[in-house]
């Protein structure tokens, strides 16, 4: 499941700041490498400042694996990938380069957004990977 932060009860505390770790299932279909899939749900591991003015800071990693076949020799193969999380929350509409919310900041979109662009455009078995390097 993927939480929310609740902006306005967390002010009302006087707790501006926080850390989240949750795990979350991937969207189908966010997954475009031919025969592999995720092995493990998602990781998250967020830590989220409110700021002064209502924004919110979110950053943090998302952890993941993956399983297949290798991109280059069909062998199986299984990788872990790390993808940096790193947005601004504003009350109200976001402008596109930030995220907008209305209270509560609902992170699925921004888990989503992670997510993609960590994700490699292919998988590489062990040997694969140290014939590259
Ligand atoms: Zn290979």
Request: glycine content about 8%; some cysteine.
């Amino acid at each position: 499941m993927i939480p929310e932060i609740d902006v306005r009860s967390l002010s009302a505390k006087k707790q501006y700041e926080g850390t989240l770790a949750f795990d979350f299932e991937p969207e189908d279909g966010s997954l475009e490498i031919p025969f592999v899939s995720f092995s493990s749900p998602v990781h998250a591991e967020l830590r989220y400042e409110i700021l002064e003015d209502g924004t919110v800071e979110v950053r943090g990693t998302v952890t993941f694996s993956l399983k297949g076949a290798c991109s280059r020799c069909l062998e199986d193969a299984e990788q872990t990938f790390t993808g940096e999380v790193d947005a601004l929350f504003e009350e109200g509409e976001g402008d596109g380069e930030t995220y907008g919310y209305h209270r509560v900041i609902k992170l699925s979109e921004l888990m989503h957004d992670s997510l993609l662009f960590a994700l490699p455009s292919r998988l590489l078995c062990k040997a694969c990977i140290d014939q590259e390097e």
